[in-house]
């Protein structure tokens, strides 16, 4: 099966062996990506590790279309889980 609980042990891996080591985030146009918890523990995760980060995101207009949603973001009302 899939382990989906080891990223940050493959993050800070990757951090570690590799001083380039960058996470790219490609966000879809509904944000959905924030609503998931794993997705959310893993931008956290490599912010705790120093990864410099990047957001590709449709346009800015969507983004100021979520923000408000994404400066309420609360991790009792995110999804937890993926159907197998």
Known sequence: GCEMN???NMMN?????DK???QV???DAGFSLFGR????A???EARRLGICQSLKLKSARVLQEHA???RCLQVEQMKAS???
């Open 6 to 8: 080891k990223f940050d």
């Open 13 to 17: 891996f990757l951090a570690s062996t």
């Open 20 to 22: 380039h080591f960058e």
């Open 25 to 27: 985030v490609a966000v």
């Open 37 to 40: 918890a794993w997705c959310v």
């Open 42 to 44: 893993e931008l956290a």
């Open 68 to 70: 408000e949603e994404l």
């Open 82 to 84: 993926r159907p197998e």
